[in-house]
Each structure stands twice: as structure tokens, then as C-alpha cells.
């Protein structure tokens, strides 16, 4: 009997010695982090992404979406920076993730998480109210011109893409808007529909519903060529402004994660962007340039978009 009991306590002391095998990643739900209010176009990335991950099974966890809007991108960031090292945070990545750090209102950079996967660019169509008297942007730009700052312009940000496109459009036609930011783009067309703001900018996949519903008007679109399924949009290019402008979407998650975690969520992301109900039902709809990018060439490009921006802060003087 000793002996036996000597045997099941040496055992147990070998058994702690061992190191504890971690349950394999993902074991429980993963949370997908938007950091603008819901109804934006990064909203509409992660949802999509979510459903379609889980209908195609390609993680064995569901993603969770929250909206944690704040600080345009500044409050949602910041919680899953604070997450070092947790692979169960993702984060939807779009032009607050360089711009809102480039204006000194965040205390972070994109080169402070991981680059999971770039999915996807889409460009800016600037619409107002059906029953609005503009139904032109040469009118927009008359009534500015006579009444500097008359016309207000509702966007997502301070730091966002519709930003930079009002400052493009304001010095292409030599005007003065007034930019209010809503905190994302859904707001923002709440604000245009309830006639609180003159217009706003609008990604194709946030318009298209109202636009069929004949709610909003698209006065012209950021594009280089009028995009197929709007072809009545004029191009600002084409109507006399060289505002050639898109957005950039992927994915990342918390600085220090496990490398395995990094490569289970890669493959899940290459899986998806291959799917053809990826196409179907996200970037066809919402009129998407796919992109399928990987984290090593995902990182290049998280790079490269940096450097766009922030020459065009300094060249617009949002930035010093």
C-alpha cells in the first residue's frame, strides 16, 4: 500500500512538472470590434464578415460584433490595444486607424497591432436629400461660392476619408463647407435624411438602399470611372475636380498575439475573401474592390497607406 501511494504521489508531482497544453485556438467566441456606431460602412464589413465565417464554417467560433464608437476610432482602438497578447479581439481596420493617430488624437499607431488581412477599397459618393434643392454639384458649389460655409457636409470623422474629400473638393473649387462628423457614416445619414445637413459622404454599399428607395440623391462619385451599377453618378473628375479618392479595409487584431493564433485566423481570412459568397453577398453589393492580402503584404500596404495620408494632411494643413 505504501508503495502504490508513493507511486500515485511521484506521479502527480511528474504530472505538475508537465507544462499545461493549451485548449486549441479558437475554443470560445472571438470579438469582432467596430469602432464606429452601427450602420457604417466598417459596420457592414464586420457583420458581413461575421455571417459569412460562420455559414462557410471556415473558424469553429462565432464572431461577436460590438460597436464601440468614440473619438473617431480613438475609443474602439484603444480597447483592443489594451488586449495585449489576447487573440480573441479582432478589429476592423479603416481610415481612422492611420488618420485619427496622424492628428495627434490617438496614442497609438497601425504599426501597434497585428496585421491580420486586407479585404477590400471602396470609394465616396457625396448625396444629398431627394427633396433637396441641389441636384447638381455645380449647384453645390455656386451657393458656396456665394455663401461660404452655407453648405454643411455631413461625414463619419475628423480624421476620416470624408474629410480629406472636403478638403480636396474645397480647394478644387475653391469654397468653404462646413464638416460635421457624426461619429460614422450611419449617423451621419440620419443627420442628411432628417435634413440637419445639407449633404454627406457616403460609401456606395451605405447609399445604394436609399438610393433605391429614392431617398438621397449621388451628386458625384470619388471614383476614376463612374462605377457600373450608378452609371447616371458623374465622376468629380469628369465634371472638373481631380478628386480621385478610396478607402482601404482590413483586419487586425491586439500587439503580441500567438503566431498560431495569427495563422488560424489568416487562413480562415484567405479562405474567405476565395469564397464565392464572400463576392456574392458583400463585395458585389456594396461595390467593393476586392483584395486579398495576407499579413506580410497586408503590412506593406498598411505602410503605404499611411504615407498617403499623411501627405495629403500636410498638403490639405490638417497636420503641421
Known sequence: MRIWTVAVLC?????????????????RPIEFVV?????????????????????????????TVTNRP???????????????????????????FWTTPLVGQA????????????????????????????????EVIEVARRSPELISVGGSAVASDDRVA??????????????IPFGGSGPALTALLGGHVSSAWMNPGEALEHL?????????????TRLKILPDVPTFRELGYDIVWDQFRGVVM?????????????????KLCRSARWQREYIEPNVLQPVCQGPEEFVKTLEAVNEKYRRVFQDLGLIK
Do not use: C, H
Not at 472636403?166 to 464638416?179: C, D, E, F, K, P
Open 166 to 179: 472636403t478638403g480636396l473638393l474645397q480647394r478644387g473649387a475653391n469654397i468653404r463647407l462646413t464638416y
Open 254 to 270: 491586439p500587439p503580441a498575439v500567438p503566431a498560431e493564433a495569427v495563422r488560424v485566423m489568416t487562413e480562415a481570412f484567405a
Open 11 to 27: 506521479a502527480a508531482l511528474v504530472g505538475l512538472a508537465l507544462p499545461a497544453w493549451p485548449q486549441a485556438y479558437p475554443s
Open 107 to 138: 496614442p497609438f499607431t497601425y504599426k501597434d497591432f497585428t496585421p491580420v488581412a486586407g479585404l477590400a477599397s471602396d470609394v465616396f459618393l457625396l448625396v444629398v436629400r431627394r427633396e433637396s434643392t441641389y441636384r447638381t454639384l455645380r
Open 212 to 224: 433605391k428607395a429614392n431617398k438621397v440623391r449621388a451628386l458625384a462619385v470619388t471614383a476614376a
Open 35 to 63: 469602432p464606429f456606431a452601427a450602420g457604417g460602412g466598417s459596420d457592414l464589413l464586420a457583420r458581413a464578415i461575421a455571417k459569412v465565417m460562420a455559414e462557410e464554417r471556415l473558424l469553429p467560433v462565432p464572431l
Open 70 to 96: 468614440g473619438g473617431s476610432g480613438a475609443v474602439g482602438y484603444s480597447y483592443v490595444l489594451s488586449k495585449r497578447g489576447d487573440p480573441y479581439f479582432l478589429a476592423t481596420v479603416s481610415a481612422s
